[in-house]
């Protein structure tokens, strides 16, 4: 029987030795111009990988991210500028490999969106606003005041037969829960 | 009437918010558009899956109607949509189906296509998607219809199963079909 210790011992090196294959490190993308090699790590943070949607190229370990970030080093290397490489990967993979969206009429919705809903909002807001102060609540009607007075009248002197405490049934003040006195 | 409009209100935007939240549940953020949709497909020159002495290239594609199926052996869908794409090349006379095998090695390749079948015209083989990124592909399975001129028409992202063929490449299928043979004469 193999100790369990050693078991352990094999899985951990098992998945250090995965992890450390999987991962990849920029200094792999090597390049003779510093300024170049700061486009390509700046180029590849705003670069949007299509398989796991939420990590740029520079941070994805998807393939898909690998192919990507080689294509662009590659033309980097070729001499090509910023501009270029992203003409090429927008021609292929559209505006979505962009984190940052150009303005354009597909994109009017996502860019004025939400200032066209901060500015319907505050439209409202301004309008019930105004409207308050223009006509303050006014008081009660004749009416409206005697069907007040009724509810507030004393207990046992109710008008409309109701206990004066506006019709709710609460227990007496001994503790017993009789019905309130018709 | 003025009132009872406004004490709808509440109801009516809610209404409206419904309707946009259900439009953001029922698309699928995973399939993105391909802004090649309408152009011509992308120049290329691979060899062939199974004899690397022919070339496939964009010259394939002149004047035939074609699938272009992004195809590999790891993939699970593409081992789903296989045997529709087997029906096809039957009886689709044609139809024809290239395949671009993509990111996949040569031996289980070969192996998927002795085991199940080759549906297949020919298959260009890319493993290291050097052609891929020129066509935007960016998983397996995929599909580009692309007609007699060689323009692409549609991009299908996912395994084609019989619903996908009936109701979106069928009537486009026609639609070229019809459009060639009205060109011809």
């Known amino acids: 029987l193999i100790p369990i210790k050693l078991l352990k011992a094999i899985l951990v090196a098992g998945l250090l030795a995965m992890s450390t294959a999987s991962a990849y490190t920029l200094e792999a993308f090597a390049f003779e111009d510093p300024a170049q090699a700061t486009a390509f790590r700046e180029l590849i943070e705003k670069l949007r990988c299509l398989v796991c949607q939420n990590e740029s190229l520079s941070g994805s370990q998807a393939e898909l991210a690998q192919d990507l970030r080689e294509e662009v080093y590659q033309r980097f290397r070729a001499g090509e500028d910023r501009d270029e490489i992203v003409d090429f990967l927008v021609a292929r993979y559209g505006d979505f490999v962009l984190y940052d969206p150009p303005l354009k009429p597909s994109t009017y919705l996502l860019w004025f969106g939400p200032f066209l809903l901060v500015a319907v909002g505050a439209f409202f807001l301004i309008r019930t606003l105004l409207r308050k102060r223009q006509d303050p609540e006014e008081g009660l009607s004749e009416s409206e005041q005697e069907r007040l007075q009724a509810l507030f009248v004393p207990s046992g002197s109710g008008r409309d037969g109701r206990n004066g405490q506006g019709g709710r049934n609460r227990p007496d003040r001994d503790g017993s829960d009789r019905p309130p006195p018709q | ?185």
Request: with cysteine; glycine share 6%.
């Open chain 2, 1 to 185: 009437v003025r009132a009872s409009l406004r004490s709808f209100t509440p109801l009516i935007l809610f209404l409206g918010l419904v309707v946009l939240l259900a439009f953001g549940l029922k698309t699928d953020p995973r399939k993105v558009p391909s802004p090649l949709v309408g152009k011509p497909a992308p120049e290329f020159s691979l060899p062939a899956l199974q004899d690397p002495g022919r070339t496939v290239s964009d010259a394939d594609l002149a004047g035939k109607l074609s699938l272009v199926n992004v195809w590999a052996s790891w993939c699970v869908s593409c081992r789903a949509e296989h045997a529709e794409l087997m029906r096809l090349s039957r009886e689709e006379e044609d139809l024809q189906i290239l395949g671009l095998n993509w990111k996949d090695d040569l031996v289980s390749a070969t192996r998927m296509l002795r085991t199940y079948g080759d549906p297949y015209l020919v298959s260009a083989f890319d493993p290291d998607n050097r052609v891929g990124i020129h066509w935007g592909v960016y998983g397996a399975p995929e599909t580009f219809v692309v007609d007699f001129e060689g323009t692409i028409r549609y991009k299908h992202i996912g395994p084609i199963d019989r619903t996908v063929w009936e109701q979106d490449l069928r009537p486009l299928i026609q639609t070229i079909r019809t459009q060639a043979t009205r060109a011809e004469p």
